[in-house]
């Protein structure tokens, strides 16, 4: 069993920050790709910024300098940090990894997700 469990989000006025946390799990022998997606109500999920086990990141035009992604492999964990905020940035915030188990398969794996509003 792996599980992804998220921490962070909240309520913040526009141009101000937020930090998202992302821990995995369970029975894991390696993760390979973590990744971070938003979704409004109503909306399609989006990728908003991917990183892989060597550091090699990737970000949506829409957050490309303004989010930093990050890792720590010692502790399967990702963050995000999220500065410059705008309204249109309120979303759920979901953390997904591509891993693989100590049963050797290859899992994509959701957070629950977290709730971030930017206020005008």
């Known amino acids: 069993q792996v599980q992804l469990v998220e921490s962070g989000g909240g309520l913040v006025q526009s141009g101000g920050s937020l930090r998202h946390s992302c821990v995995a799990s369970?029975?894991?022998?390696?993760?390979?790709?973590m990744l971070w997606y938003r979704q409004d109500p109503g909306m399609q999920r989006e990728l908003v910024a991917a990183?892989?086990?060597?550091?090699?990141?990737e970000y949506a035009d829409s957050v490309r300098g303004r989010f930093t992604i990050s890792r720590d492999n010692a502790k399967n964990t990702m963050y995000m940090q999220m500065s410059s905020l705008k309204p249109e940035d309120t979303a759920v915030y979901y953390c997904?990894?591509?891993?693989?188990?100590?049963?050797?398969?290859?899992?994509?794996?959701w957070g629950q997700g977290t709730q971030a509003t930017v206020s005008s």
């Open positions: 997904n990894a591509l891993l693989a188990s100590t049963s050797l398969q290859f899992l994509y794996v």
């Open positions: 369970g029975n894991i022998l390696r993760i390979v790709d």
């Open positions: 990183i892989s086990r060597g550091g090699a990141v």
